[in-house]
């Protein structure tokens, strides 16, 4: 019997750049093994289909089919870990391996650890690779072994460290070596298509590699130059929008690093604001790698004992986008009915939960972790510590958003406000920021009064970490 290798597909919905495919081909190629490939319906991710998971299984279900019309099925496994890789196991006798890409996620670890004694039992063996991230977590570390806790010399070294070559991954290759399991659907199968799918309700205008691969071209040919200027302003299409093609694999970030870096003559400082982002998000998840803990524990010893305001009413307004700030609203409104919020609003909607309205930035990151079709963790719970100031590299408590400054200095004209907030629709440019100054005879308006006074409530959060340090 030939032996068999499986490509357990997790958040790489992708051919191009796939070291687990690229190594389960090298492998099957070398004693004329066969190859299947699957995903693993873990319960963890069936209970709740908020946006988040809606695009993510509505990106595998893309994936599913543009394999489908190249002839190779990607089986589905359900049930806890040890039920699910029965299965497999139970399938394939002849089973030899199963490659992967690196998990580096506490739930992913612990999981993967599972996996591999369980496999053990039956002299199979999982192979992590790496690949969803430029550069491993345990590959830039300070002299004297430790990770870093700062960006700045960190990303010195991550900027002069060689980065990896693309994975040559194709598929034809994968066609050649790929066994057809030839049976009808699964369980598995039936539960993804008539259960799972109807609970995904969303309609997204672009999934999957190619539209990635797409959106990438566009972004290098006619936005990369002026990144570094438009950025940071929500009325501008100025940003990649890459990131939920990269959650979902859909698209290598080292293809994305690659294709940029070729550009940076040309680009220039466009281009090397961008790479930074990407290293922005190797740090966090280096943090992450070696500090799990944080995502329930503050990085910073000093302020874990913070008694953080647990007002449902506000954190309600705050999720609804009614709290009488603009481009507070705007924002969240963006990310409830989009998926996605532009980078300045997640900072600018942080800020705002944690020190106007001094709520758990705990609370704030599980919300986004339901809401965000780009939801990484460690960027996630880094990015809200860091507005939070309790994190690593993190903002000075001392510094404040203030909602109405931030709003004219990336919103200037109330674009984008206008767009997500339409009672403001007819508000006059120079109240857009603050409609409450706007007495009743300039215009009558449905928006929301500012739930708090901002500079006392920036008094509060001050005296509130300023209390800690004190202690």
Same mark, same amino acid.
């Given at each position: ?213 797409? /959106?990438?071209? =566009? ?9 570094? %200027?438009? @950025?940071?302003?929500?009325? &501008? !299409? ?107 609003? /997640?900072?600018? =909607? ?9 709520? %758990?930035? @705990?609370?704030?990151?599980? &919300? !986004? ?103």
């Amino acid at each position: 019997m030939k032996p068999v290798y499986a490509v357990w597909l997790r958040n790489d919905f992708r051919i191009n750049d796939n070291p687990a495919i690229q190594k389960a081909v090298e492998v099957a190629a070398s004693d004329g093994g066969r190859i299947v490939m699957f995903f693993h319906l873990h319960p963890e991710f069936l209970r709740d289909i908020d946006l988040q998971y809606d695009y993510f299984f509505q990106t595998l279900h893309q994936f599913r089919n543009d394999c489908q019309s190249k002839g190779i099925k990607v089986e589905l496994l359900k049930g806890p870990v040890q039920e699910a890789f029965h299965t497999l196991v139970s399938s394939y006798p002849e089973l030899k391996a199963v490659f992967c890409l690196e998990d580096y996620t506490p739930f992913g670890r612990t999981r993967d650890e599972e996996v591999i004694r369980f496999l053990l039992k039956y002299n199979v063996q999982l192979f992590p690779l790496e690949g969803s991230h430029i550069i491993h977590p345990e590959k830039i570390k300070k002299s004297d072994g430790t990770p870093y806790q700062v960006f700045t010399p960190y990303f010195r070294n991550w900027n002069r460290h060689i980065k990896p070559s693309l994975a040559n991954s194709r598929i034809d290759d994968l066609k050649e070596y790929y066994v057809d399991p030839k049976e009808g659907k699964t369980s598995a199968d039936n539960y993804f298509e008539n259960e799972l799918l109807p609970r995904c309700k969303k309609s997204w205008g672009s999934l999957g590699e190619k539209a990635a691969v797409n /959106r990438l071209e =566009t972004f290098v040919e006619e936005r990369l130059t002026h990144y570094h %200027d438009n @950025r940071d302003r929500p009325d &501008y !299409f100025g940003t990649s929008t890459l990131s939920p093609f990269i959650k979902t694999g859909a698209l290598s970030v080292r293809m994305v690093y690659h294709s940029v870096s070729s550009r940076i003559d040309e680009a220039g400082k466009g281009a090397e604001t961008f790479l930074k982002e990407l290293a922005w998000r190797d740090f966090y998840a280096m943090i992450y790698y070696f500090y799990p803990e944080t995502k329930n524990q503050e990085y910073q010893e000093k302020y874990r004992n913070i008694f953080w305001n647990r007002d449902e009413e506000l954190f309600t307004k705050w999720k609804d986008g009614n709290t009488g700030f603009p481009i507070v609203d705007a924002g969240m409104r963006q990310l409830n009915q989009t998926g996605w919020m532009h980078n300045r609003l /997640r900072m600018i =909607t942080a800020s705002f939960l944690t020190k106007d309205y001094l709520i %758990d930035w @705990r609370l704030g990151e599980e &919300y !986004f972790s339901r809401k965000l079709i780009d939801y990484d963790e460690a960027s996630n719970v880094g990015g809200w510590q860091w507005a939070a100031s309790v994190g690593t590299d993190a903002v000075p408590y001392f510094r404040v958003f203030n909602p109405a400054r931030q709003s004219v200095r990336f919103d200037p004209y109330g674009s984008f406000i206008k767009e997500f907030v339409p009672e403001l629709t007819e508000v006059p440019e120079k109240y857009i920021h603050t409609p409450e100054k706007m007495t009743s005879e300039e215009a009558e308006i449905t928006y929301p009064e500012p739930t708090v006074d901002h500079a006392v409530q920036r008094k509060k959060a001050i005296a509130l970490f300023k209390g800690v340090e004190e202690e």
